[in-house]
């Protein structure tokens, strides 16, 4: 009882850190999309110029509906832009525009750990599938058939990889972003800051997310050990 007494209190910090990460990034990019850029240009503009200047060609940057759907997709090359940040010509659309370019660069530079996330993609995708319904399962027999349990912690423990490969990825994204927004002067003096500012919470979100699943992880590990016991 004492360790999921634990376990919930973890759960419950995470789920706390995770609304207030979540909330004041919201807040963090509201605040910053009111503040115009002092170039003038849009998401999509600012996205296609830092293309260019990195020489990655053959990547088309387009509108992706939806609210902080930003991605980039290295399957077809597309930076994808929400509609505010693609039209937008704040800071903060230029800072989440650059960040995804920063990911285009990183493909075409072949960043290692980019590539092991890609690898991992497909794996990540059975395992999603499958996963809660064979933890399931196994918790209600772990008694009898601890094996599921086991092969549901395996598929669990590929998405806590995934979480965990994903940061360096999304900070060197980050930091690919503002060193080109730096050295092409696109922001300069308190508009710097508040593009790195409002990029650092993005970056945030992320590390909750991790260290979330790394908490749920262990918690089944938990429950497998004290079955075997």
């Not at 004041?24 to 009111?34: C, E, G, I, T």
């Not at 509906?65 to 937008?88: A, F, I, Q, R, W």
């Amino acid at each position: 009882m004492a360790i999921n007494m634990e376990i919930l209190i973890i759960f419950g910090v995470f789920m706390l850190l995770s609304w207030m990460v979540g909330s004041r990034l919201k807040s963090k990019f509201a605040k910053y999309s009111r503040i115009g850029l002092r170039s003038g240009l849009s998401g999509r503009e600012v996205a296609e110029k830092m293309l260019r200047d990195s020489g990655v060609s053959g990547v088309r940057v387009i509108s992706t509906p939806g609210k902080l759907t930003d991605h980039y997709n290295p399957m077809d090359k597309t930076v994808n832009l929400s509609p505010e940040v693609y039209n937008g010509r704040s800071i903060s659309a230029a800072a989440v525009a650059a960040h995804e370019c920063g990911h285009a660069v990183q493909h075409a530079r072949a960043y290692a750990f980019l590539k092991m996330r890609s690898a991992l993609v497909p794996v990540i995708s059975i395992s999603s599938r499958y996963m809660q319904w064979v933890l399931l399962i196994g918790i209600f027999t772990v008694e009898a058939f601890p094996g599921i349990l086991l092969a549901g912690i395996i598929m669990f423990a590929m998405t806590t990889l995934f979480s965990f490969v994903t940061l360096p990825v999304e900070f060197d994204a980050t930091r690919r972003a503002l060193v080109w927004l730096r050295d092409t002067g696109l922001t300069v003096g308190e508009e710097h800051s508040n593009a790195k500012d409002a990029l650092k919470w993005a970056a945030l979100t992320y590390v909750v997310a991790a260290l979330a699943s790394l908490a749920t992880l262990m918690y089944y590990i938990m429950i497998f050990l004290g079955s075997r016991r």
